[in-house]
Nanobody, 121 residues
Framework: QVQLVESGGGLVHPGGSLRLSCATSGFVFENVAIAWFRQAPGKERERVFCISSSGVTTYYEDSVKGRFTISRDNAKNSVYLQMNSLKPEDTAVYYC??????????????WGQGTQVTVSS
């Protein structure tokens, strides 16, 4: 059974940092790409970042360039999203997802439950 569980969200002041974690199970993690999405209130879900099975990273939102990084730890079956210099517009529910393919793509079939990130003074 494929499972993805996000954690690490919370309330942070503008300019602060958070590290989100996506713990996975039910598949061979080292062979799989993982993506992070986010959905702000009243907006469509948007793809933020992805890391392939080989560790190639791709960001999809210019607004996170230079502020967010994605990494993976195959020993812990986990992917991380380090978010620095957070802005109020980063406020959203953040989800990790996978298609069980080794490359990043647009469609994802397996999702976590999400973790709330709120950036506010």
């Amino acid at each position: 059974q494929v499972q993805l569980v996000e954690s690490g969200g919370g309330l942070v002041h503008p300019g602060g940092s958070l590290r989100l974690s996506c713990a996975t199970s039910g598949f061979v993690f080292e062979n799989v790409a993982i993506a992070w999405f986010r959905q702000a209130p009243g907006k469509e879900r948007e793809r933020v970042f992805c890391i392939s099975s080989s560790g190639v990273t791709t960001y999809y939102e210019d607004s996170v360039k230079g502020r967010f990084t994605i990494s993976r730890d195959n020993a812990k079956n986990s992917v991380y999203l380090q978010m620095n210099s957070l802005k109020p517009e980063d406020t959203a529910v953040y989800y990790c997802a996978t298609s069980l393919r080794n490359y990043c793509q647009f469609e994802y079939q397996y999702w976590g439950q999400g973790t709330q990130v709120t950036v506010s003074s």
